[in-house]
Every structure is written in C-alpha cells, then in structure tokens.
C-alpha cells in the first residue's frame, strides 16, 4: 500500500499540468501499511458508454482525452499505469479522466523511450523503412529476422491510416500492433514494453 501510494503522489505530480487527468490525492495522516486512504471521487466507469451519453458526455472527446493521458505517461515521463481495466479508470462529472490502483505502473527509461518516439513517428509519418529499423532497434533479436517479410507486414499496418489525419490516428492502438509484430518474428522485447502491451490490450 506504501509503495502504491507514492506511485499515486508521483502520477499526480507529473500529471499535475494535464487538466483532464484526476489523480486522487493521499492522505498518509490516516494511511498505514495495512491501508492507503485516498481522496473520495465520483464518475463513469470509462467503458459506460451509456451512462456517459445520458449524462451528455461527448464521447470522442472523453476518448481523445483518455489517449492524450496515456500517450503522455508514455512517451514524455517514461511513467504508466500497467492496469488499466475499466474498474481503474474513470471520467469525472467534471470529464476528468481518473486513474485509480497504482499497484502495477511500468517504466521506459529515456533510450527506450525515445525508441517508442521513433517508431510512433514513422507509423505516423508512413515511413515504412524507419518503422523497420525503429522496430529493430528495440528488439533484442536471437535469430536471423526476414526484413522484407517485415517491412511488407508493416506497410500493411500502415496503409490501414493512409489519409487519416494525424489527430485521428490511434497512436496506442499503433504501439499495440507494432509490439505484436515483434512477438510475430520472435524478437525479444525489453520486460516493460511486453507490460505496455499487456496494459494496451486492457485499455482496448
């Protein structure tokens, strides 16, 4: 619970600036090992579709709100929550996006952070070749890897956001696919990026 708690006050101080993420605040006066009080907060669970457009929620916005905060964690503070099932995510009366259980959060550090950048990049841009050697250049590969047989398989991931807009392009969903390219040709991911996976697969 300790350690849950000040992964809570570390998310709450990076995404101090984001004014669509609620991180609900600790109260260690009256948290122990045993228990970790947090602030009270009220929303929609993130997948109550329903409930959220009775109460006139704009749902493209919440989802676009919900991206941006974890493309953040991601991309600019190296930093995430690797749980994020809808009982860990909630969207405010306010439109808050709320994260709750700091339990399992993951880690980039800055190379592999700016790797992830890199092949964000390409996919965005539909650069088939950067996409491969960012992708390459994450992996650890133990066996000779058919680089045309990628590339082909990339450029058709690819091809699926031609003349999409940048805005529009689901960024995560991109990470998500590229990942399981690499699981594809056996190449081996570093232990937080196979966690990002996981937590992608939860938010879909």
């Not at 995430?80 to 959060?105: C, E, K, T, W, Y």
């Amino acid at each position: 619970f300790q350690l849950e708690g000040r992964n809570a006050d570390q998310f709450r101080q990076i995404l101090a600036d984001n004014p669509d993420v609620c991180i609900p605040r600790v109260y260690w006066k009256y948290s122990t090992r045993r228990v970790l009080t947090l602030e009270r907060v009220h929303g929609y669970k993130i997948n109550d579709i329903e409930g959220m457009r009775a109460a006139g929620f704009r749902l493209s916005t919440v989802a676009e709100a919900y991206a941006l905060a974890v493309l953040e964690q991601i991309l600019i503070h190296g930093y995430f929550h690797a749980d994020p099932h809808p009982g860990n995510v909630l969207v405010s009366p306010n439109r808050q996006i709320v994260f709750l259980d700091f339990g399992m959060v993951g880690y980039l550090d800055t190379e592999l952070k700016q790797q992830l950048v890199d092949l964000v990049t390409a996919v965005v841009r539909q650069d088939v070749d950067r996409a491969a050697r960012a992708l390459l250049d994450i992996a650890v590969t133990r066996q000779a890897i058919d680089v045309k047989a990628l590339r082909r398989d990339i450029s058709r991931m690819i091809r699926r956001y031609y003349n999409v807009p940048i805005r529009q392009i689901p960024v995560h969903e991109a990470i998500q696919e590229a990942l399981y390219l690499a699981f594809k040709y056996r190449m081996v991911m570093p232990s937080n990026l196979t966690l990002l996976s996981r937590a992608m697969s939860t938010m879909n």
